[in-house]
């Protein structure tokens, strides 16, 4: 956390005041570095242990018929949280694995350890951490670390995109028949029956779709112009916190609303903002 404004000659400061201050403060560009800092070192941390196990025997925690769920999804989430908490104990959690709510915090941190876990456990080298920090509900960093290519994307609200330090923009493409589109299906029957509508459709339209199994990664590449748009009708926060404000900050758009199949989860698109957002939408719950 950032020195505080408050010394004991402030004394006579209002509680607003010391808040507006200390808000200030965090803001500062060194607050700021401060918790990119920290975000990147928990995804680097967590990429270096999912390296570490990749293509070895997993603990599997729960199987289901379109999902699995890995002994290290939770390993990987409790080093994560425990370095940021470490730096910043009074902020809150909210994570794939578990949370820890704190009313107290207008700080929240947003994480999925393993993003593609399905991948993960089948050798498929396409997976990543997505950590995303949240004030007042604002997005206002987000970092995506893919350990197998060592690509390490991040963003800071009102700046540029980056990956490896390279700014990144999202793709020119004007037409739905020039793009590459990734369709998420994510778990369930429903889910998958409006995936594979929607991948239907956009097949005959686009020049590729693709579904490739993480959210996040889907995200990052629309960022980064390799994909120009990415749909998925059910998702939660943590699959794509971070990769939102990478598109944001990458010159992309956003469409999120709630999702009409599951309760409580999320309908995104993420797309470059060029090519006409009902050419993507129309025909879909
Ligand atoms: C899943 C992946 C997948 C998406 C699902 C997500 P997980 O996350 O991002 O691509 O289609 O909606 O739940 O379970 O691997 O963390
Ligand atoms: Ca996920
Ligand atoms: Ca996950």
Known sequence: MPSVLYARSDLHWTKRTYARHRRRAEHSESGMNQYLNAAVGAAREAGELLRKYFSGPLKVNVEEAHDIKLELDVRSQELITNLLLKEFPDHAILGEEGSEENTSTEFEWVIDPIDGTVNYFYGIPHFCISIALRERGEIIVGVIYDPMRDELWSAVRGEKAYLNGRVIEVSK????????????M???LDEVEIGLSIFKDLLHKARKCRMMGSAALDLAYVATG???????RSVNW???AAGVLLVECAGGKLAIEPSKVIEGKLSVIGWNGIIARDLLTKVYP
């Open 173 to 184: 493409h004007t037409e739905l028949a020039q793009a590459v589109v990734s369709v998420g």
């Open 186 to 188: 994510s778990k369930t």
């Open 226 to 232: 390799r994909y120009d748009a990415y749909i998925e």
């Open 238 to 240: 943590w699959d794509i």
